[in-house]
T-cell receptor, first 111, second 114 residues
Framework: SQQGEEDPQALSIQEGENATMNCSYK?????LQWYRQNSGRGLVHLILIRSNEREKHSGRLRVTLDTSKKSSSLLITASRAADTASYFC???????????FGKGTTLSVSS | ETGVTQTPRHLVMGMTNKKSLKCEQH?????MYWYKQSAKKPLELMFVYSLEERVENNSVPSRFSPECPNSSHLFLHLHTLQPEDSALYLC?????????????FGSGTRLTVV
């Protein structure tokens, strides 16, 4: 069953602008992960944030986690055309054996 | 390359055919997964293997049959598929099944059932 849900479904911005994507989930988590997928390819792991962390940075990426609201956000600063992709959040399933992914946000960055 | 290799990249098969998808990883990971990605739908977890033992079968029809002969290889055997099984099939691996580890995905096999 689906755990995380991203918002918005689609986002179009200009190069240099910031892009913010949100993820909401339903049950308690140990950690939350974000992935990127270029069209027709496999997913690439971007960042993992643990339930006791509130914010994490990796290059131009900033992830926040609010466990009280069961939500996370992914911020991409100074976006580039190469950031055009789908972005997914993922959390562990009930059995704790695998990740469950949301439907994703499709980001389009135009130059 | 990600370290997880899937073959073939593309596959077209008839509904009466039998084919197999292959996934190989040399990252020293102990867990491997099959996911199905259809248009407009979230990734669907199909199977989970930990140390070559299946730990989860997510209500997948029996026309999909997984096999994990060792911790580096994972297969998905296909037979008598339906057109709605057309999708991108993704293999992933991680150090362990616990969700404390990031997954490494292959590039996927694009399957078309005709």
């Amino acid at each position: 069953s689906q755990q995380g849900e991203e918002d918005p479904q689609a986002l179009s911005i200009q190069e240099g602008e910031n892009a913010t994507m949100n993820c909401s989930y339903k049950t308690s988590i140990n950690n939350l992960q974000w992935y990127r997928q270029n069209s027709g390819r496999g997913l690439v792991h971007l960042i993992l944030i643990r339930s006791n962390e509130r914010e994490k940075h990796s290059g131009r990426l900033r992830v926040t986690l609010d466990t009280s609201k069961k939500s996370s956000s992914l911020l991409i600063t100074a976006s580039r055309a190469a950031d055009t992709a789908s972005y997914f959040c993922a959390t562990d399933n009930q059995a704790g054996t695998a990740l469950i992914f949301g439907k994703g946000t499709t980001l389009s960055v135009s130059s | 390359e990600t370290g997880v290799t899937q073959t073939p990249r593309h596959l077209v098969m008839g509904m009466t055919n039998k084919k197999s998808l292959k996934c190989e990883q040399h990252l020293g990971h102990n867990a491997m997964y099959w996911y199905k990605q259809s248009a407009k739908k979230p990734l669907e977890l199909m199977f989970v293997y930990s140390l070559e033992e299946r730990v989860e079968n997510n209500s997948v029809p029996s026309r999909f049959s997984p096999e994990c002969p060792n911790s580096s290889h994972l297969f998905l055997h296909l037979h008598t598929l339906q057109p709605e099984d057309s999708a991108l099939y993704l293999c992933a691996s991680s150090q362990q099944t616990a969700a404390n580890y990031g997954y490494t995905f292959g590039s996927g096999t694009r399957l078309t059932v005709v």
